[in-house]
C-alpha cells in the first residue's frame, strides 16, 4: 500500500535543488536519545504529535519507533 493511498487527495510535493548543506555539531546529533524528557516536551508541546496522529493514525511515528 502507498501512502498516497491512505488520503482522499493526490499528494504534491515540490522539490527544489539544495544549495547548501551544513551538519549540526555534534552536540546536537541524536538529540532525542541525548535529552529524552527535553525532547518529549518539545514533542509534546508544539502538538506534532497529536498533529501525526491526527493524520496517521496508528501508523503514526511512536517513541518506540525512534529507538530503533
Known sequence: ETVA?????DIAVQVQSLDAFYAAEKYHQNYYKKNPRD???????????????????????TDASLSR
Do not use: H, P, S, V
Open 5 to 9: 493511498a491512505q488520503f482522499d487527495q
Open 39 to 61: 525532547y518529549k516536551r518539545y514533542r509534546t508541546g508544539c502538538g506534532r504529535d497529536a498533529r501525526l496522529r491526527e493524520i496517521w493514525g496508528e501508523n503514526a511515528m
